[in-house]
């Protein structure tokens, strides 16, 4: 049957994140933690707890934690 490879080239041998990557996702988890202390400190039916906190929390994970990971900064 078919031999498996193994890629060889440098790069697939290295994590491919730069600074910039590792300062998008430390903006991304403190955004996270700031929208779960918005929700912590506000009243169970406010807005902020209801409506705030969760936009905040969705901007987070699914807009600045995949665009730290997916983006691809020159060095």
Avoid at 26 to 36: K, M, R
Wanted: charged letters at 15%; glycine letters at 6%.
């Amino acid at each position: 049957m078919g031999k498996v490879q193994k890629k060889n080239n440098q790069e697939s041998q290295y994590w491919n994140f730069t600074k910039n990557n590792y300062i998008l996702f430390s903006l991304g988890i403190v955004v996270i933690i700031c929208g779960y202390l918005v929700m912590a400190t506000s009243e169970t039916n406010s807005f902020e707890s209801t409506k705030l906190a969760p936009i905040i929390l969705l901007i987070g994970y699914i807009v600045i934690i995949p665009c730290a990971i997916l983006c691809k900064f020159k060095k």
